[in-house]
């Protein structure tokens, strides 16, 4: 890589272009293309005239640029207002260029070059990371960002004083607080770092300064130790998986795209669209199929439910991506879902196309995307079955840690059907913006809850989490895919293990989504395997959405006065609400939206446990969402829990209709477990008996397997075998 | 009344008119009009669509008639499915004339006609309306309505012995079962007395029989005791409010538009739809009106959410409506929404009207409706403020007890923002249909929880309910409307009281809805005095719909293990998650959708406490939603309970934005309370000072009030007054 590196390096240490101005998110060309067809595609009519109205409103309004005092509250939202509303006049000013729009830019340009330079740490800081127009300074990278795009439209519009000016005490003061004093956050390969390179890069390039552009490109010491090059090789696993997850995808992917735009319409000659074999274009169709049917991300890591692909930064992603990687028609469908364009010449592309009936259905898939830089720590895998608005989704996570933002959730599973979460992860303890929580930030339980194991869908071990709970410990180690299997519809698995969450403990699961004529849809057979030397007790969650139905567990209920679930790594969060000892398998089920589900699961011989808990305890401020989960929970060495999730039937409430409300599994069980393999047995109510072969371990090929069971041997080949009788 | 009556019942018994068939819901003229314009209407031409698909599947199925077996399994709902699939066969015959719709029909009738007469009471009965094809006889007579339609749009088509065969081993022995046998419930006033005259009126019609049409008309002894029009005279006010509520008025509402469709086709001389001044059109109107803007409606009695104005039986009603009562463009709006037509002559009308454009939104009102046969048994208030896209809706119940699924919730107040629920009535514990949820039938939490009075948004006294939760004691009473004033859309009114809920005990509620240039949304200020001789508890929950964000209120949390609020009445299935003993005013805040609503609240000296709950205690079947409530809780004997809710700001987690989180009420308090009135004054942030003056009980006219407080004395003329500073 260091060639290339060092090629780029020489070519962007040369004179600068003479860029016609808007030089960064828009170009001149943009700008005379929309001149010239400026009724195409209602979309971006509607952006535009979205735009003309708010900055109308602002333009009618005095200008105001306050004292920064608060988190989350007026001042806060006051500065964010501010950026959005020059950055748009900007755009309005290239645009019509009518004055007035730059009158209005420059008068608050004014403002802020007088307080600027008044202004020391936020008085909300927190941490190091404290900013001067906010209490942290990634929303003065935001503000920038913004600000650069409206001083670089109206820049030949200004008179030398006033460039001067500004450049003195805003552009210059701020990008040295970002490049000396916050040295280690510009430098930082993080979300954070590329907000920060590209707020600098954007600020260079309007200043036509080449040196900043280059410290934004290959780091403070220009040797690609850090910058945004740097990022776009760390921050990315070769299939385009951004470390932190989807919900850090959504918001990386941003300044990923506006800057590599700048750098497309400043230096075209450093192919950064093309960087690292396309790695923008694998980042932003891996995020997408990240994301549920109707556009929700999964809330893998720190993850805020709401977001989904309509969020503004997936919008100008999809734009940029739709301009720059051949116009696939598949983005158009997206754009359509967004139902709105990125402001820019792209969004106008994109709704002129879509406008001309080119999208097609973006075609969700079942997809491995590997982790890590080097694509060698683990991953995510996604099995999908059925037709987009009826399909049921399955992912397993077995990356790695993901930065400051990762859960300890080694192997755990999410599930979709069609538009609705049945099998959840909690996402983050956050109301994002909302000032009597916690300042919009964060909230403690977070950490304590959200991040840890029991919160989630897969094994925790003796009550602890993955790892000790220990993100330095964690951040050494990830899960491996064992295999990942898609090739035939009908019988998709995808096997991981992780061997490094727990001393001793071998943790190993393989998943299968099973479609089959006599079941109305896709069943998913889930079996999780745990080795170890000495004896451990291991709790197996399921956090099911959606109202609880019923169960064939004999439980007591604690009905007049209950307790916490345990004392720390989440347990403490969980009210326990029954329990049962019960005779295998159990089942239990739930209705969510217009469908039944229904999990019937078994453990191999030993028995275990059934815990219905409900999230809540140790909850004093009223910020976790009362949702209920089923625990399984079994002792011993080696033990196999072996469970059918099957959605069944359907409901209608107002039409009064219901069918097939309970599941057409009669049992599940384990039939043989050996060192080389798994084999259960799924009995269905209708006769049918259906036994899966799971071997153990890495990919096989075709490597024969034996396990011996239920007075026989299980004989077959490679990773997986299904008998259908 | 008497005289009327007497005239209907002289011409019901002359000679049977020559009406030609099909002749219940359909009628001739109706087919012909299809017939000649069958392209009209994209709705209607879809629901003949649908009804082909259905019967096309059902014409390739084997007939399946089973023995009546189980509550909500496969026999019940083979059974329901068996009488749609008649009655739509029966208009696909009157309609397309192809025999093989008839022949279906015919094959399915003899199966009927070979097990009904070998049947005994249903083997799931319980209680006295045990039926015999289904577990009680409110489906069965649904059953019978239909096919009565099936009957009678194939009678022609029909050999002699068919006929004779079917109406002696079916409708003969049915109409006998169900004015005989169970003779009590045929004349009952009560939906399922309507159901049970509207099925044997229509076999009757069906099989020309007027004696047992006028059996189904006045009653088994056809003096009008009972039978359909003393259901008319009875079940609604004069404002055409059902005495069970909005939900059990979607019901019953089908049953007498059918039946009185069938008269208007049979006995046009009766003026049905005329009868009692249009109590039907009247009743249609009110049920619209007892709708929230997006349909659903409101939850009062035993009544569940997903019921909105999409249900079928309003579809038809609509349509029947629409029909008789002038083509009223407003209920094409609500045709439009329900994005379906009812299969009927009169919903092909809808359906082209609709589609030539004559919609007008329905004009959603402030109204006051009143309870009970005189209109003299209170009733229910209703304010609203906003367009219909962002409207405040306010409802306050007043009434009368509502028959065996009433609750003890007088004075209970919900409120609605746009299509969101703000404060809910919690509705019915059922789930309805789902077999493993009690059959499908009410739960028991229906009876111990949802029917209490601490379920609603009104004061409970020393933890009892209502009338001792008694319903024999609570059908003697209603609570009273003091007045009802929207003449003013800035200043909307209304006023309650109920003097018999407790011995000793009187309590009144006067809610304003106030807009103001100076706040984004109206709010509402709420005062509930109670006044006594003795010493009581009064405990006012507000069970808020949404997250909760936060409350001024220093509370100790139950974070560790929590309990029980209490040990009867309702209270059982509260945990109580906190308490504190507030410094006045309270608030407390929460998010739902994209808005923030707070509560700020303040008591009369003597202070108050302030209960934070969570419903789900003593709920060991899970058949609960853990939905919270926050509790004001006050002692003494003469107490006042002043609150504005306040909706205000916006939120969207997307977007990432967030404007005015905090309300705009710095303070509320109880300025004055004397004999003649209270005075609650309302102090704004921004320093604006309103005095609300509410005279105490009935309406005064113009009479001038007094009372002292606040070292002045307030004097006000009129029922209200309202000071804005």
Chains 1, 2 share one sequence.
């Not at 590599?260 to 199929?289: H, M």
């Not at 300042?439 to 403690?444: A, I, M, N, V």
């Not at 006769?687 to 890495?698: K, V």
Request: hydrophobic share 40%; proline share 4%.
């Amino acid at each position: 890589m260091l060639p290339l590196a060092l090629a780029i390096i020489a070519a962007a240490t040369a004179a600068p272009a003479q860029t016609s101005r808007p030089s960064l998110l828009w170009s001149a060309a943009d700008v005379e293309s929309i001149r010239n067809s400026p009724g195409n595609g209602p979309l971006f009519t509607a952006a535009l005239q979205e735009a003309r109205a708010r900055v109308e409103q602002a333009l009618a309004r005095p200008i105001d640029v306050p004292v920064p005092r608060d988190a989350g509250g007026y001042t806060h939202e006051r500065h964010k207002q501010n950026y959005i509303e020059m950055q748009l006049a900007g755009i309005l000013y290239a645009v019509t260029k009518e004055e007035r729009y730059a009158r209005f830019i420059r008068a608050m340009l004014v403002q802020y070059a007088g307080l600027y330079p008044t202004l020391g740490d936020h008085p909300m800081k927190s941490g190091e990371s404290a900013g001067r127009l906010f209490w942290q300074t990634l929303n003065e990278t935001v503000w920038l960002v913004h600000t650069a795009q409206a001083y670089d439209c109206i820049h030949d519009w200004l008179t030398p004083a006033d460039r001067a000016s500004f450049e003195k005490n805003i552009f210059r003061p701020m990008t040295k607080f970002f490049t000396v004093d916050h040295v280690r956050e510009f430098d930082r390969i993080h979300n954070h770092g590329t907000w920060t390179v590209t707020a600098v890069g954007l600020a260079g390039y309007a200043m036509r300064d080449r040196e900043l552009v280059a410290k934004a490109l290959y780091g403070t010491k220009k040797n690609q130790t850090g910058g945004f090059l740097r990022q776009m090789d760390l921050l990315f696993s070769p299939d385009g998986y951004y470390t932190e997850g989807p919900y850090y995808f959504r918001y990386a992917i941003m300044p990923f795209m506006v800057f590599a735009q700048a750098i497309e319409n400043n230096q075209p000659e450093l192919k950064i669209f093309q960087y690292r074999d396309a790695i923008l274009k694998k980042a932003v169709y891996s995020g997408l199929q990240l994301t549920n049917v109707d556009g929700a991300f999964f809330p893998l890591n720190d993850a805020l439910k709401e977001k989904s692909f309509r969020s503004p930064e997936v919008v100008l992603a999809v734009a940029i991506a739709y301009q720059r990687y051949g116009g696939d028609p598949a983005l158009l469908s997206i754009a359509q879902k967004q139902g709105a364009v990125a402001l820019l010449g792209a969004g106008h592309t994109v709704a002129a196309d879509l406008a001309g009936g080119k999208a097609v259905p973006f075609p969700y898939a079942s997809v491995d995307l590997s982790d890590g830089a080097d694509g060698a720590q683990g991953g995510v895998g996604i099995l999908r079955a059925g037709p987009a608005h009826d399909m049921l989704t399955l992912a397993m996570k077995y990356t790695g840690h993901g930065l400051s933002h990762g859960h300890y959730d080694k192997l755990s599973i999410l599930m979709y059907d069609a538009g609705n979460e049945i099998l959840q992860d909690y996402g983050a303890a956050r109301f994002i913006n909302v000032e009597s929580k916690f300042g919009g930030r964060y909230l403690p339980e977070t950490k304590t809850w959200t991040m840890q194991t029991i919160a989630h869908n897969t094994v925790a071990v003796d009550g602890q989490s993955h790892y000790g709970g220990m993100q330095k410990v964690s951040e050494r180690f990830h899960a491996d895919r064992n295999y990942f299997d898609a090739s035939d519809p009908a019988l998709q698995v995808m096997s991981a293990s992780c061997s490094t969450a727990y001393s001793g403990v071998f943790m190993e699961r393989t998943l299968a989504l099973l479609s089959d004529p006599k079941n109305s849809k896709p069943v998913v057979l889930d079996i999780f395997r745990i080795d170890s030397d000495a004896e451990h007790q291991y709790d197996l969650p399921f956090y099911y959405v959606g109202q609880f139905l019923a169960t064939n567990v004999k439980y007591a209920a604690h009905v007049e006065q209950q307790s916490a679930f345990g004392t720390g790594n989440g347990y403490q969060h969980l009210w326990l609400e029954a329990s049962g000892i019960p005779r295998s398998p159990v089942n239990f089920s739930w209705l969510q939206g217009n469908r039944y589900y229904t999990v019937t699961a078994a453990a191999d011989s030993g028995g275990m446990a059934v815990d219905f808990v409900r999230i809540g305890a140790h909850d004093p401020d009223f910020n976790l969402r009362r949702e209920g989960g089923v625990i399984l929970r079994a002792r011993g060495r080696d033990r196999v829990f072996a469970s059918v999730i099957e959605p069944h039937g359907s409901w209608d409430g107002n039409a009064e209709f219901s069918r097939d409300a309970y599941g057409q599994v009669q049992s599940v069980r384990v039939a043989g477990a050996g060192p080389e393999g798994t084999v259960v047995v799924i009995d269905w109510k209708d006769g049918r008996r259906w036994t899966f072969m799971a071997a153990h371990g890495a990919a096989s090929g075709t490597a024969g397997r034996r396990v011996a069971g239920d007075g026989r041997t299980f004989d077959w080949k490679g990773n997986y075998s299904l008998e259908r009788k």
